[in-house]
């Protein structure tokens, strides 16, 4: 056959047709235009006498297909728009499914979204047990929209209605072994033995060759009618402006659930679906963070790669790092081994670091003693080999939240002087190991303890000054938080939020009302606008202090941590991109109402903050001539900043 | 800022954020998505390249959004885009 251009590699060997994802260019892999219509062809010319199994594989490390592209969502101006930017998807996914060959997707690499739905297309689905093999269902949980190529389908019948709800709808993300459990995968292997497990896997079909037929799960009973219930009521406790399209997508589950196979017409519903709910401006809005992420996490890594082995260098008995090492062991996360640090002597280390591999890179992780203090959550990091980076190659990794899993967060913090490579490579390394890493330069309090000072501190103000704590939790809730504000009260120790809320209250005790606001019933109370006010005035003062003082040197960084560590609501785009000069404008005016809540000093910061910075992104054609005196401003911060006294070092230096 | 000047800066990021795949000499007239193969994953990269030419943050979010389809985001649209908004 002749082989179609395109990303896809294709071999053909004793009937096993293996084709091969590699999107050009980029990290992960996308089914694009360019890619649904290569497979196309191929499923076109490919003759089915010659062909009797189909594998998909992925080129990529880490992705198996990662989405068809969000560019189509991003441009989309009304619903009649998507049924033709998705066409030529749809036919290739069909193509897939309708050839007479059985069909094998082979999945090592994270499986998200668009990949999901992919791989549903396909007859069997094997996966890799490595941590980079991660199935999520992107597109309500982050994008705010309905699935456009059957997943609201296809999930029900396959998984049943408690399954394929906790994935779309919640948003859970299933390992290799839990997607097995629960029948999105036929087998998971190990990821030594995965490839060898496929080819054998695909022999054995391509010597009896099955199509499989649609089938249902379970059929519609009193559990499947007792979960309705309970998921109208979860529905219920959303923001508002998220129920409808909970509500659609779960109208098309339910109907889905209760068929065994399915029509054309299910799936133009979805469709339909999906290209009303997409052009909606919370649609539109999150989206948006799709990018500040992307940026985020390019403008921390600057291309940068990890080689091919890096070892993380942690003390075994160091039990405060204890939850670390569990979790990059257990995560057996690709190119990362830990090894064990507990050698003292100079001369131990040498000779162990000497052995590392050549080419490998070296990270030792310490406890860091700040002010004769072990903090919790403080993480030092230490680059080897110490010959060309001495004492001053280290930074600071933390996270107040790294044993109870409340946020992927953590910050790594480090001085401008230290080498970039130590910085990107310990970004890199909490990144592939699954966390949200940030980069910062602090010159006293971490910035993501000041972030959670300024999220929480007019909460606590609001139910000190005899303000009902449900009213405090409706207020988040209506302006599109989901997780609220109960999970960090509960996980951040006392004394460190009396600490990171006092500056800014008026009432330096009044963290008491910590415990009022976490136990109080968050499904009734009203929203109060002054509230609402002082949150955001808050949080607005915290992006405006970070990004001038450089403390954390670009708005998308502040804008993950906002997402990632306060859940700052996705159908407000991001913070920085809400906090537009119209928002300030209005914040502004009403900073006089702050004064019940915050302390006297913290009033006028707001005040002044709020009036001077003009932009966090590129914006009107009126804010550039600000911005460029903003940017000035920061750059001279910053120069200071470098003579500052301000170094964390590792205690172990 | 001049029109040839915002080209000159759009051209070099373009260059660096898809290194081999642009063609040297970029047209007004180049569909990023459909000539140059950008995708959703290298916007974010892109957006990174032109904050280092114009130095200021750059989400390309808004540009996008007065498109009716990815095959329209040109080179020259880009352009434009930026001369109002970052230049």
Sequence with gaps: MTVPEGPFTVRLDAGVLELTLDTPGCSHNIFNLEAAAQLSRILNEADPHWVRVIVIKSGKAASFINGVGLLMAGTAQEPGDIPAMTREVTRAYRALRDFPAPSIAAIAGNCYGCGVEFALHCDYRLACEGYETHFYMTELVDYLFLPAFGATQDLPRLLGMERSVDLLLWGERWSARRAAAYGLVDRSFDAQTFDRSVAEFSRTLAAAPCKRAPRLRESWGPTQVAHEVVTHERIGTLPPAYRQVYRTAYGLMRSAARKASPSPDDYAAELQACSESIVRPIAKAAVTFFFVRQLAIHYCLRGYELPQITRIAIDPADERLSDLRRELITRRVRGLDVVDSSASEPQKQSSRFRSAPSGSLTLEFTTVADRGTVRPGVIGAILEPRERFPERANCVVYSPFFASATSRLVEIACDRSQPSLLRTAVVAVFDRAGYCPVQSHPQGEFATNLLLGHYLAPLLAFVAAGGEAADAHATLREFGFIRGCVPLLKAIPHGLLCRLTAPLLSDPTICAAAAELASSNHRTGVMRTELLDAVLSSLGVFAIEAISSGEVPHPALVDVMARELIDFPLMHGSLCRFMNSAERARLRARTASLNSLFSAGFSARAARCLAQWQRFYNGTADDAAHAAKASVATQAHVAAEDSSEWILRASRL | ?87
């Design chain 2, 1 to 87: 800022m001049s029109g040839d000047e915002v080209l000159d800066k759009v051209s070099i990021a373009i260059q660096a954020a898809l290194r081999q795949q642009a063609p040297r000499s970029l047209q007004r007239e180049h569909s990023l998505v459909a000539d140059l193969g950008v995708d959703s994953m290298s916007m974010a990269l892109l957006g990174l390249a032109l904050e280092d030419e114009f130095r200021c943050p750059i989400l390309l979010n808004d540009w996008i959004g007065q498109h009716r389809n990815p095959e329209s985001l040109t080179v020259g649209s880009l352009c434009d885009y930026l001369h109002a908004t970052a230049a």
